[in-house]
Every structure is written in C-alpha cells, then in structure tokens.
C-alpha cells in the first residue's frame, strides 16, 4: 500500500475516534423532558455515558483535527429525559 494511502487511512482512522461532531445551534435546541433518544437524534452518539446514583450523564466531545479545538456538551438525565437545558454561551457558534 502507498505510503499517501497509509496516511490517509491512519489520518481517517485518528479523525473517526476524536468524538462526535456537533453544533452549537442543534444543541440549544435540547430542552428539559427531553428523551435520551430525543437527545441523540438531535446530537448524535454521545462521546461518553456515565451513571452515578439516579442520573445518567451523556458527554459529547467535538475534536477539530484541523485547528486543534474542542467542544464539550453534557447533558443529565434522570429517568430517561433530560434534567434542563445544557448553558451554552450566546457567543459559541
């Protein structure tokens, strides 16, 4: 296999395992009651799950390869819906 075609093969691979993309936009649209299924829809597959007690944590985490930034949203649920609506900066775009 071509060296180029190795690269791009790890490049895809490396790019894969940085997380979830998301938008801003489509995460302000998460409200409180929301399903767990209702929130994945929107965002897509959480990054990380974690239970502790009765409330079940969903992480996304959003790594720009290109530019080096990261985006975290965290969303708690209880009961399977979302406890309220993720803060998020009106400057985050």
């Given at each position: 296999m071509p060296r180029l075609l190795q690269a791009l093969v790890v490049a895809t691979t490396l790019a894969a395992c940085a997380g979830t993309q998301f938008r801003w936009?489509?995460?302000?649209?998460?409200?409180?009651?929301?399903?767990?299924?209702?929130?994945?829809?929107?965002?897509?597959?959480p990054t990380a799950v974690k239970a502790q007690g009765d409330i079940v944590r969903y992480?996304?985490?959003?790594?720009?390869m290109m530019t080096?930034?990261?985006?975290?949203?965290?969303v708690d649920f209880k009961d399977g819906k979302a406890i309220k609506a993720p803060p998020i900066p009106d400057e985050f775009r």
């Open positions: 936009d489509d995460a302000r649209k998460i409200s409180a009651g929301m399903s767990t299924r209702d929130v994945t829809n929107l965002m897509g597959t992480v996304w985490v959003d790594v720009n080096g930034t990261t985006k975290t949203l965290t």
